[in-house]
């Protein structure tokens, strides 16, 4: 019995020696060179960190149709974090070394993540004739050398800041409707004849949700005053002086004496304020192009206009360009696990077809060729065209980022908003009666400057990149910094 066991077992070796080498092929699937019929194939995820657009069906859309057809099986996994928090929590974490793959940039963060590493160079992989794409200004400003020569980012798109008005209060105010406010003193007159004739049932000329304040004070207060020719940084001198934001202050201190200004602006949230517009019971209010959206949603009641800001008196009437600022660039995180994939994703994001996406959706104003020459084909946009880029308009050059962790009375080591935060709190405070207003404005402006000469002995911060002797309000872009200068030397 064994010994035949024994010959069964040697003849079906034999046989199965002859059939491999008959069909040259292996028996076991785990040898097969080509992928089993049914085994799905490996998948890279790119985890993706966007300020906002990310809740907008047809961006969730094409998202998905990015993910079930690009040919690298590559999958886009959107990361949830609050627009409130998102500086504070993506700075938190790419310093613990857990960022996403592809994430937006604050402006302000851009040189700081530069100098630390954080974001990848993608020189190397963009060919000529995808910069191309962009305007000039945007690649001058993403080359710059206070971004080290590389190119980290692109400008793809921008924000601009308007005053909006509703129309059927200038009217019963016995306002006229087309012709809307220059300076802050018509402001101020038209706000109080809004509000008195608005007495019993609850409409304000001016609203300033300041509970927001990153939002409405960098925009209301620090964009628009740049159509004056003011600007908290000074880019001849290479120093601060917040003394300029007197008259605009002094404008919403009135406005809340006479009783014009929307009360509890101190809480008063962004979207609370464009309802109240929406409603009919605000007269003026600052918006930026990304708030266009959230205010058709609303459904304006009345017919309302768009107009660029006042300026401080006639005088000061296009004295500078009015500030737009590059729409928070996307980079590439220089410790993605997959820089491939992930480059892939971000050119995703800056394509011809998601961007025409975010326009149509009225989420963005795109730089790149051909799109605002689109027609638009959502409904609801008519006015959104009012906030394209006017001849009027520029960005700037990056003023200097002034961390906490250089201010001697704050122990901090990474960075974070709150660079910028203690200058909201303190215009919030003059507004709200905390503070005197020259004191407050002096006190803040010997802090920073105290703060930009700590940073200037360090090794990373080289304060002639933020110095531009020839620096011109109206035409920002041309001047040249000192830096840029003694290199040539």
């Known amino acids: ?33 080509e992928q089993p019929a049914g085994v799905p194939v490996q998948t890279t995820r790119v985890k993706i960190a966007l300020y906002d ?17 690009n040919p690298d099986q590559i999958e886009i996994e959107v990361m949830d974090i609050a627009a409130d928090v998102y500086d504070d929590t993506l700075n938190m974490l790419m310093t613990s070394g857990r960022g996403p793959d592809v994430f937006s940039v604050d402006n302000a963060w851009l040189a700081t993540y ?14 000529p004739g995808y910069l191309e794409r962009f305007p000039s200004w945007a690649r001058d400003y993403a080359s710059g050398s206070l971004f080290k020569g590389g190119i ?115 809480l008063l949230k962004r979207n609370s304020a464009l309802r109240q517009f929406a409603d009919g019971n605000i007269g003026m209010m600052y918006v ?13 009641k009345d017919d309302w206009g768009v107009v660029l800001p006042p300026v401080a008196d006639l005088s000061k009437y296009k004295a500078g360009a009015l500030m737009m600022v590059p729409h928070s660039p996307l980079g590439v995180n220089s410790a993605s696990g997959g820089r491939e994939a992930a480059v892939k994703v971000w050119r995703f994001l800056q394509s011809k077809e998601f961007l025409t996406i975010l326009y149509q959706q009225a989420l963005a104003l795109p730089v790149v060729d051909g799109i605002l020459n689109l027609p638009s084909t959502a409904p609801g946009l008519g006015h959104f065209k009012e906030f394209y880029p006017t001849a009027a308009e520029s960005i700037y050059p990056p003023a200097p980022q002034i961390m906490d962790q250089y201010d001697p009375n704050t122990v901090s080591t990474e960075p974070r908003d709150s660079g910028d935060r203690p200058r909201m709190q303190l215009y919030l405070r003059i507004i709200e009666g905390e503070i005197g207003l020259r004191q407050g404005l002096r006190s803040e402006t010997e802090r920073l400057n105290q703060m930009l000469d700590i940073a200037d002995t360090g090794y990373s911060f080289e304060r002639d990149e933020y110095i531009y002797p020839d620096f011109d309000p109206r035409e920002p872009l041309k001047g040249e910094s000192q830096q840029s200068r003694l290199s040539k030397e």
């Open 53 to 69: 657009w990310t809740e907008n069906l047809e961006v969730k859309n094409a998202i998905s149709q990015f993910n079930r057809t």
């Open 288 to 300: 930026t192009s990304k708030d266009y959206v959230k205010l058709q949603e609303y459904m304006p």
């Open 1 to 33: 019995m064994k010994r035949f066991l024994f010959y069964l077992i040697a003849l079906l070796g034999c046989g199965l020696a002859i059939y491999t080498m008959v069909y040259d092929r292996p028996l076991l699937p785990d040898f097969t060179p």
């Open 152 to 266: 980290y980012f692109l400008p793809s798109s921008i924000d601009t800041v308007r005053l909006v008005y509703n129309k059927q209060l200038f009217r019963s105010a016995g306002l006229d409707p087309e012709q809307p406010p220059l300076t802050f003193g018509a402001v101020k007159k038209a706000a109080l004849q809004i509000s008195k004739a608005g007495v019993g049932v609850n409409k304000y000329g001016f609203v300033l949700p300041a509970g927001d304040t990153q939002d409405s004070l960098q925009t209301g207060l620090e964009m628009s005053n740049t159509y004056s020719g003011y600007y908290f940084y000074d880019y001849r001198t290479g120093r601060y002086d917040l003394s300029v934001y007197a008259p605009w202050l002094q404008m919403v201190i009135e406005m809340k004496q006479q009783g014009s200004l929307y009360p509890g602006e101190a």
């Open 114 to 127: 530069v100098n630390k590493g954080y974001l990848a160079n993608l020189a190397a992989e963009l060919e």
